[in-house]
């Protein structure tokens, strides 16, 4: 059974695993800014370790993710489970994501008048190709769908509003990376090649080819870089909306879509789709 109402952290509920070593913990406490919001970063910290498969965690698993202390994640959990953040299984003796954690990002797409207007028109042409297309924005080191609309048949991949990609392998956040400024891609792509050193080795000349694909084509391509068997394109949006960078992809799988294909027939439709978009914007 879930409760909806705070669990009090007692021991039962502490990882087994022993502390994580003092000296790390400080090291992982300590931020150069002093207006930094320590007990808040940790708190969204621990929520963003619910991912597609988690649907409930234990504190012990938590302490695991997060390298926080177990009387910390403890503190934590409880006061989430009071704020409606997560809600306590007593069966399961784990936390789920609470409704408020949905909540909180409805504002934002609410607000987000393309995803409106855009719905139609990416409809239209999911259908017209038999794939998926999709309007996603960047979160840190990923891409996070906004809306999404797929074609009439079934396909393998299957993208929802909220779920997120990789950037450096995926045609949205190719083109992320190319329309950004130099400087902001700069240093997210620092911080690439900090987080995942050996997914940077792979593809880290896809930046190169991405700058010059939107400069010379108007859109990025992965041709089965991060889904085998899905190619893609991308386009961005040419001004920030709300200052963010907006960008719509198209996938198809790949045996309905070849190379050649790609570049004439989808990635000049999705070109379109956008400056479509971008005029019913005005």
Known sequence: MTTLLPHTPDTADAPDAPDVPHARRKSRLRHPDPAFATTLAHGLSLLQC?????????????????????????????????????????????????????????PLLASLRVRQVARPLMKALADRVGGSVS?????????????????????????????????????????????????????????????????????AEAIASAVHDLAALGFTRSAGDWLRDVHAVAVPMRRAIDGEILVFNCGVPIARMSPRKLECEMGPRLIALVADVEALLT
């Open 135 to 203: 309007l996603g924005l960047r979160d840190r080191l990923r891409m996070v769908y906004v809306e999404t609309s797929r074609g009439h048949d079934a396909i393998a991949f299957r993208p929802d509003i909220g779920a997120s990609l990789p950037m450096l392998s995926s045609a949205m956040g190719r083109a992320w990376l190319a329309q950004a400024p130099a400087d902001v891609r700069a240093a997210v792509v620092d911080a690439l090649r900090e987080a995942d050193p050996d997914d940077w080795q792979r593809h």
């Open 50 to 106: 619910f991912g597609v498969g988690d649907a409930a965690l234990s504190n012990k698993e938590l302490a695991e993710r997060t390298q926080l202390s177990k009387a910390t994640i403890s503190r934590l959990t409880y006061t989430l489970a009071a704020r409606g953040l997560l809600l306590y299984d007593t069966r399961l003796r784990r936390y789920r994501l609470g409704s408020t954690a949905l909540s909180l990002g409805y």
